[in-house]
């Protein structure tokens, strides 16, 4: 009896089993397949190339995701997190690309690509449809909803941070106009979010604001009468269009705030900041300067030609050193005698220099002849 309720328990766990297997299948045909099998978080890079326009690159840090391209500065994540939802979204239908007339769905010369670390989207036209967009990938072309192409065409100020100051950048020391601004003016500063960002245009205006965090790096803004408005530069990383010699010039932007912050003075505030390296006077040369190094490298270079004061104190050769055997031989020197039988006093004189390098000296040796009598020898 025991047996027969075991079997019967068995049979009835496997049942179950096979049921929910069953019911995991039929859910997975309901569910449309997604777009990628990438994790948002795995991601540290994203590129979005358009033609005509420059082409916004983004990348993941530690501390966030940071704009690349064109301009160098935080990146919104709220923004982001709504780019990135597109690896989640359903795919309606996949159609071979091999199959498909790329001219007539707009992806013969996509206008538009996304690049996700090594992932590439290129996307096409609208099906007319279920109105829904047409993406290719590997070798496939996906149909899924049309909701990521506003953020695709969005310009570059739309994926910048409207956080006041930079992450983890945290003020202990400010000045306004020169005046040291008290400390509790600069503990809300941090938290800071700007209704809107907006480029700069004009003349900028206002009065100067100088924000330094503990390790000395400063922050300078130009912030409006009623503190409302705060505008400073950022870097870009290349040059803008209609730049001057190609230089990237700073972009300006403007920070619209919805509160205005208190910014109390101090004159009595000390900078407990680092001080700033001072620059090296213009007439004393660095002693870690490459052109310095470089004309003392050449200076103790004992293959450079001689100067005229190291030419000068060349020493005259020595007539009984023994020459090298590799040393080619010259015309041997004449020997005459006087009429009293006597050899003239010989004139052992440096030869001149080797023709075409007047720059270089001769050898000590050449041009002698080994062989010649000594002229101690010619005396006897």
């Given at each position: 009896m025991k047996g027969r309720w075991l079997i019967n328990g068995l049979l009835l766990a496997l049942v179950l089993v096979l049921a929910s297997l069953i019911q995991r299948d039929i859910d997975r045909a309901r569910t449309p397949p997604t777009l990628s099998d990438l994790v948002a978080s795995d991601l540290l890079l994203i590129e979005i190339a358009r033609e005509g326009e420059p082409t916004l690159q983004l990348g993941q840090s530690l501390q966030g995701w940071r704009l690349e391209a064109p301009l160098e500065v935080d990146a919104d994540p709220e923004r982001i997190d709504r780019l990135l939802a597109i690896l989640e979204t359903p795919v309606h239908r996949s159609i071979p690309q091999a199959t498909v007339a790329l001219d007539q769905v707009g992806l013969?010369?996509?206008?538009?690509?996304?690049?996700?670390?090594?992932?590439?989207?290129?996307?096409?036209?609208?099906?007319?449809?279920?109105?829904?967009?047409?993406?290719?990938?590997?070798?496939?072309i996906h149909l899924i909803d049309d909701r990521f192409y506003p953020l695709l065409i969005a310009p570059p100020l739309d994926y910048v941070s409207r956080r006041?100051?930079?992450?983890?950048?945290?003020?202990?020391?400010?000045?306004?106009?020169?005046?040291?601004l008290a400390a509790d003016a600069l503990d809300g500063l941090e938290a800071l979010v700007a209704e809107r960002i907006e480029p700069l245009t004009g003349e900028p205006a206002g009065s100067?604001?100088?924000?330094?965090?503990?390790?000395?790096?400063?922050?300078?803004?130009?912030?409006?009468?009623?503190?409302?408005?705060?505008?400073?530069?950022?870097?870009?990383s290349a040059p803008r269009q209609g730049s001057q010699d190609g230089v990237a010039a700073p972009?300006?932007?403007?920070?619209?705030?919805?509160?205005?912050?208190?910014?109390?003075?101090?004159p009595g505030a000390?900078?407990?900041?680092?001080?700033?390296?001072?620059a090296a006077p213009s007439d004393r040369v660095l002693e870690s300067d490459p052109v310095s190094e470089q004309a003392q490298d050449a200076s103790n270079d004992p293959f450079a030609p001689p100067s005229d004061q190291e030419e000068s104190s060349v020493a005259?050769?020595?007539p009984d050193a023994i020459l090298p055997g590799d040393v080619e031989l010259g015309r041997p020197p004449e020997v005459r005698l006087t009429p009293d039988g006597q050899a003239p006093p010989v004139d052992v004189r440096r030869r001149s220099k080797l023709r075409g390098e007047p720059d270089k000296a001769t050898p000590i040796g050449f041009g002698e002849d080994p062989f010649a009598p000594d002229p101690e020898d010619a005396d006897e």
């Open positions: 013969a010369s996509p206008r538009i690509r996304l690049r996700l670390n090594t992932l590439e989207l290129a996307f096409g036209g609208i099906d007319p449809v279920g109105q829904y967009r047409y993406v290719a990938s590997e070798g496939l006041l100051l930079p992450r983890g950048f945290v003020p202990v020391f400010g000045r306004l106009a020169g005046v040291p100067p604001v100088e924000l330094k965090a503990e390790d000395g790096t400063a922050l300078r803004f130009l912030v409006s009468e009623d503190r409302r408005r705060w505008s400073r530069n950022l870097p870009v972009y300006s932007l403007l920070y619209v705030l919805t509160t205005a912050p208190v910014l109390t003075e101090d000390i900078d407990p900041t680092p001080p700033a390296p001072e005259e050769p020595d």
